[in-house]
């Protein structure tokens, strides 16, 4: 596709279920970021892919929260034993050039999740 | 690591008027600086970005920024507003080398009216 997609764009869910976002970036982007937007803490950084590189898991809360990007495309975010302050809206980004900040990230439309 | 102080949470303006976001950032290390706007129920969509070069930095629809290194700021300005310019902005800022992970400010909302 042209852009950055995400699915689902929104989701539902209870408390302690586990679920699944997936993002599926630019084609040829080598970088895949994850961020996450809520009200409370503003736009923070979560994990980021680069090539066949370890993944920075810097910026993942909590051992709740785990990332794999497959054939260095598609990527999923997992969060295992939902809390309600997981809602937010996670974003998805990539990029041509990983390292640096040199390359533009372009932003998925994102994941709207709500736990209940 | 890098921090950005968005000034203003909340700019209301008029169709036509000039408006201008204040952004600061903090860093020990040289940075490049970016301006992204979200729309309604949208992703973010990158506005502008300073690598190096020039400090006056021009954008899409009509926006541009002004780098200053000595005040640590990067303000977003844009001439006449639109209705269609209601959206929230965020200034971000990333390191150089390998330090790709973008730190971005609080956001400020811009809402244009007739």
């Known amino acids: 596709g042209a852009g950055v997609s995400q699915s689902p764009s929104n989701k539902v869910t209870e408390k302690g279920k586990d679920v699944e976002l997936r993002c599926d970036p630019i084609?040829?982007?080598?970088?895949l970021y994850w961020y996450r937007q809520s009200l409370g803490q503003g736009l923070e950084f979560l994990i980021y892919f680069q090539g066949n590189s370890a993944p920075d898991k810097s910026g993942l809360p909590s051992d709740r929260f785990s990332a794999e990007r497959t054939g260095g495309s598609v990527s999923t975010l997992t969060i295992q034993r939902t809390q309600q302050e997981d809602s937010a809206v996670y974003l998805c980004?990539?990029?041509?050039?990983?390292?640096?900040?040199?390359?533009?990230?372009?932003f998925g439309p994102g994941t709207r999740l709500l736990v209940l | 690591a890098q921090s950005v102080t968005q000034l203003d949470s909340q700019v209301p303006v008029f169709e036509e008027a000039p408006v201008e976001l204040r952004c600061n950032y903090s860093s020990s290390v040289s940075v490049y600086l970016f301006w992204y706007v979200q729309y309604p129920n949208q992703g973010l969509q990158l506005l502008l970005k300073?690598?190096?070069?020039?400090?006056l930095v021009k954008g899409i629809n009509g926006f541009e920024a002004e780098f200053n290194k000595s005040q640590t700021s990067f303000h977003l300005r844009k001439p006449s507003v639109h209705i269609s310019d209601t959206a929230e902005y965020f200034c971000a800022v990333s390191g150089r080398g390998n330090d790709y992970k973008l730190s971005f400010g609080a956001g400020t909302t811009v809402t244009v009216r007739a």
């Open positions: 980004a990539s990029s041509l050039v990983g390292t640096g900040g040199t390359g533009t990230q372009y």
């Open positions: 300073y690598l190096s070069g020039s400090t």
């Open positions: 084609s040829g982007h080598t970088a």
